[in-house]
């Protein structure tokens, strides 16, 4: 059963704690995505991969960080340097850059 | 940045109607996807047209695009109350290889 799956469904992090969000794919998909998306507003882009140990930067990158060491995981990292980090944050893949893109079921975090 | 930007912002129509939503982009693209968001959920992939396509049908889907104005609709005909959802569209452009994606259209139906 393929697809692409966050864990965990709901964060709560104190303010100052970096958290990890996790994103799994057994697509076989070469490209993989990290979004933000804030109440009523689309989605906005994290930071992407299209291959394994490359990643590049999207427009809201700051306070962010990601590793690409596996094709099926590109984990986030949600750092102390985000100043509003409280959002629903969404992982997508695609089979090549442009193609469709499949998306997880998205993580909610709360900072307290 | 966000290329694409939808019209309405909300829309709230009757079981059995049509709902019409647009999508303006500003640079040239290869292709343009709609994607669908139930609350609270991921999105899920409708139907992608290409540049060298005007029309592109999916079940109650239809999806036209126009090049020389740089728009896009997209038209779900019968809806149904299951239609509830944002809808976005997300062109590809000027992010390098990533899809940018507009702030949606809200839809409602009512039985």
């Known amino acids: 059963d393929g697809g692409i799956t966050q864990s965990p469904k709901y964060l709560f992090r104190k303010e100052g704690q970096n958290v990890t969000l996790s994103c799994e794919q057994n697509l076989n998909h070469d490209a993989m995505y990290w979004y933000r998306q804030d109440p009523g507003q689309g989605l906005r882009l994290i930071y992407y991969s299209q291959i394994v140990n490359d990643f590049q930067k999207g427009d809201i990158a700051e306070g962010y960080s990601v590793s690409r060491e596996k094709k099926e995981s590109f984990p986030l990292t949600v750092t102390s340097a985000q100043k509003n980090p409280t959002a629903f944050y969404l992982c997508a893949s695609s089979i090549r850059p442009y193609n469709e893109q499949f998306f997880g079921p998205g993580t909610r975090l709360t900072v307290l | 940045s966000q290329q694409g930007e939808e019209d309405p912002q909300a829309l709230s129509i009757q079981e059995g109607e049509n709902a019409t939503m647009n999508c303006s982009y500003k640079?040239?693209?290869?292709?343009l996807q709609w994607y669908r968001q139930n609350s609270g959920r991921g999105l899920v992939h409708l139907i992608l047209?290409?540049?060298?396509?005007r029309e592109k049908h999916s079940g109650r889907l239809r999806v036209t695009l126009d090049t020389s104005k740089k728009s896009s609709s997209l038209l779900i005909t019968a809806s149904r109350a299951a239609d509830t959802a944002s809808y976005f569209c997300?062109?590809?452009?000027?992010?390098?290889?990533?899809?940018?994606f507009g702030k949606g259209t809200s839809l409602l139906v009512t039985p």
């Open positions: 047209i290409r540049s060298n396509e």
């Open positions: 640079t040239s693209i290869n292709n």
């Open positions: 997300a062109t590809d452009g000027n992010s390098g290889y990533a899809l940018n």
